[in-house]
């Protein structure tokens, strides 16, 4: 059982940046793919990006791509993700989760652990 923990959300202006963390703790972080997904308040779950076990590909969703990218580091049982030229429109909760796949088109079929999440507002 992996238990995820995200950090680092909070407020900023648009055209900032931040750094979300998600740690893990039980099981084996490095088995995993891991990658985050955002939620806005009224939308559906949006896929952001995914990196392989050994960091080796990453994948990102449109609207993303260009300004936000993924990272790990198993030695410490942590994925990132930096974002950065935050635009209004990237508000939202922010999730990690460890997936038996990393491609972008299979990782939620292979989701087994969800995180809590964090909450990034980008004001205008």
């Known amino acids: 059982q992996v238990q995820l923990a995200e950090s680092g959300g909070g407020l900023v202006q648009a055209g900032g940046s931040l750094t979300l963390s998600c740690a893990a703790s039980?099981?084996?972080?490095?088995?995993?793919?891991m990658g985050w997904f955002r939620q806005a308040p009224g939308k559906e779950r949006e896929f952001v990006a995914a990196i392989r076990w050994n960091g080796g590909n990453t994948y990102y969703g449109d609207s993303v791509k260009g300004r936000f990218t993924i990272s790990r580091d198993n030695a410490k049982n942590t994925v990132y993700l930096r974002v950065k030229s935050l635009k209004p429109e990237d508000t939202a909760v922010y999730y990690c989760?460890?997936?038996?796949?990393?491609?972008?088109?299979?990782?939620?079929?292979?989701?087994?652990?969800w995180g809590k999440g964090t909450l990034v507002t980008v004001s205008s």
């Open positions: 039980g099981g084996t972080f490095s088995a995993n793919a």
């Open positions: 989760a460890a997936s038996t796949y990393s491609g972008s088109s299979v990782f939620m079929a292979g989701i087994k652990y």
